[in-house]
């Protein structure tokens, strides 16, 4: 079966749509280059305190040294939390979402505390967590968990409060129960959602495992970050801010891909 010749107005236009998304990759690419550029010049020349600041070559050299020793056990340590409390934080926060959603009742009442509990800072709560849970892996991961869990319940329990009634409304008129509404209509529609969540939460994961790290650790990313800074080693300090920034853009990557699979998937 030969393929659709396509017309010279849309030939012209997918040429057009592909350089543009090649100068916007290469514009970024050039900006970080530049950014690294002047900051190793502005070190070499002394405009900027290479010991506080650091510079690109030594962070390099630092980095090198870490991967030679135990980098990649914090990494995984780091991702491992982080991954845990995401999921469990998506996973139980959807639940609840599901019940308030089930129950307008049990919304209304639960409203203004899911309010209150996603304005907190959690890292306020880390003395009581590690009081509660202990001084360890769990810790983290229940620092991570607090996180994640309130602003999957809101975000998911927005959207499906959100759906198109007229869908739920001809449903129901074909004698379509709560569930079937749910499961046929209400959780479909608000797959993007869902995704969107995600994206948040899994860097809003990652803040809580680095503040647990902050607070009680003895590996990880964050245990890195709190030595370097006590023992002034502050090219291990930037070294993994860096990693980090990099763990946390592949994380997210890795989520937009899912989101992609799924969305097609359920496209066809």
Not at 76 to 103: C, D, N, P
Not at 112 to 122: F, T
Not at 236 to 242: E, G, K
């Amino acid at each position: 079966m030969n393929k659709p010749t396509l017309s010279q107005e849309r030939t012209k236009y997918l040429e057009k749509k592909k350089h543009r998304k090649q100068m916007i990759r290469f514009c970024q690419i050039a900006v970080l280059a530049i950014f690294i550029a002047q900051w190793e010049i502005t070190a070499r020349l002394g405009l900027i305190d290479s010991f506080i600041l650091s510079q690109p070559s030594r962070i390099w050299q630092t980095f090198l040294n870490m991967a030679q020793n135990d980098l990649f056990m914090h990494m995984g340590v780091t991702v491992y939390e982080t991954l845990v409390g995401f999921l469990l934080g998506v996973v139980l926060g959807t639940l609840f979402a599901i019940a308030l959603w089930w129950s307008s009742f049990a919304s209304k009442v639960s409203e203004p505390y899911l309010v209150v509990l996603n304005s907190l800072p959690k890292i306020a709560l880390g003395p009581v967590i590690i009081v509660i849970v202990g001084a360890g892996t769990q810790a983290i991961i229940f620092m991570a968990l607090a996180i994640s869990l309130i602003v999957t319940v809101l975000e998911m329990l927005n959207g499906f409060r959100h759906t198109d009634n007229e869908y739920i409304r001809m449903a129901a008129t074909f004698g379509a129960n709560k569930r079937q509404i749910f499961t046929k209509i209400v959780f479909p529609y608000n797959i993007s959602t869902l995704f969107n969540s995600l994206k948040i939460n899994i860097g809003l994961s990652l803040v809580g495992v680095i503040a647990g790290e902050f607070l009680v650790s003895k590996a990880g990313l964050g245990y890195l970050i709190v030595y370097g800074g006590q023992v002034f080693k502050l090219d291990l300090v930037m070294a993994s801010v860096i990693i980090l920034s990099v763990v946390a853009a592949v994380m997210y990557e890795a989520v937009a891909l899912l989101e992609k699979l799924v969305l097609k998937w359920y496209g066809h």
